[in-house]
C-alpha cells in the first residue's frame, strides 16, 4: 500500500535561516506532488506541484521554493525564512489523473 | 471563476441530532467534488466523493447541479464526528480547488 512520510514533525527556526522540509512517497511511481500551507480558517492554500521530476509548478510567489530531485521525494525550501513563513505545511501525492489526493501527517514550522 | 465556498467557519451540533455542512461551488464543467475530514491530531484524509454515491460514517453527499451544492449530511451526529471539514472541487488539470474548512463540534 502507499504511504506518505513527512519530517520533520515540528520545527522552530529563527527569522534568516534556511528551511528544507521533505516528503516521501511509498508504493507508488510517478506521482503528482503537492506541498500545501494549511491556516485556520483559510483552508489549504496550494504552494507548489510537480508532475515528475524536476518539474516544479509554483503557485503563489513568495519566500518558499521546491525540489523534486527523485520520483518519490518532494522538498521544500526557503533561503531565508520570515516570520510570515510560520505554518502548518502539508504534503499530498496523488496519482496521475485521478483528483484524489492523499496527505502526510504535516510539519508544523514556527518562525521566531 | 472556480470557486468552492463553505459558508460556515464553526458548526456546533448536539450528539443524536442531524448535521449538515454547507459546501457551495462554481465551475463551468462538469464538477467532481470531495469532502475531506481531518480528526483532531490525525491527517487530513478523504472522506467521500460525489461520483461514488457512497456513505462513509454515516454521512451523505449528493451533488445538486442546480443549487450547485454538495452538501454532507448525516442524521444522527456522533461525538467522534467533531472535526474539520472541506470540500473540495476538482479543476481540469485534476488539481483541487479548496473551501476554507468548517469545524464541527458535538456536544454531548
Known amino acids: 500500500s502507499q504511504t506518505i512520510h513527512q519530517w520533520p514533525a515540528t520545527l522552530v527556526q529563527p527569522v534568516g535561516s534556511p528551511l528544507s522540509l521533505e516528503c516521501t512517497v511509498e508504493g507508488t511511481s510517478n506521482p503528482n506532488l503537492y506541498w500545501y500551507r494549511q491556516a485556520a480558517g483559510r483552508g489549504l492554500q496550494l504552494l507548489f506541484y510537480s508532475v515528475g521530476i524536476g518539474q516544479i509548478s509554483s503557485e503563489v510567489p513568495q519566500n518558499l521554493s521546491a525540489s523534486r530531485p527523485q520520483d518519490r521525494q518532494f522538498i521544500l525550501s526557503s533561503k531565508k525564512l520570515l516570520l510570515s513563513d510560520s505554518g502548518f505545511y502539508l504534503c499530498?501525492?496523488?496519482?496521475?489523473?485521478?483528483?484524489?489526493?492523499?496527505f502526510g501527517p504535516g510539519t508544523r514550522l514556527t518562525v521566531t | 471563476a472556480q470557486r468552492v465556498t463553505q459558508p460556515e467557519k464553526l458548526l456546533s451540533v448536539f450528539k443524536g441530532a442531524p448535521v449538515e455542512l454547507k459546501c457551495n461551488y462554481s465551475y463551468s464543467g462538469s464538477p467532481e467534488l470531495f469532502w475531506y475530514v481531518q480528526y483532531s491530531r490525525q491527517r487530513l484524509q478523504l472522506l467521500l466523493r460525489?461520483?461514488?454515491?457512497?456513505s462513509i460514517k454515516g454521512f451523505t453527499a449528493d451533488l445538486n447541479k442546480g443549487e450547485t451544492s454538495f452538501h454532507l449530511k448525516k442524521p444522527f451526529a456522533q461525538e467522534e464526528d467533531s472535526a474539520m471539514y472541506y470540500c473540495a472541487l476538482r479543476k481540469s488539470n485534476y488539481q483541487l480547488i479548496w473551501g476554507a474548512g468548517t469545524k464541527l463540534i458535538i456536544k454531548p
Open positions: 499530498a501525492w496523488s496519482v496521475a489523473s485521478r483528483a484524489e489526493q492523499y
Open positions: 460525489h461520483i461514488s454515491r457512497e
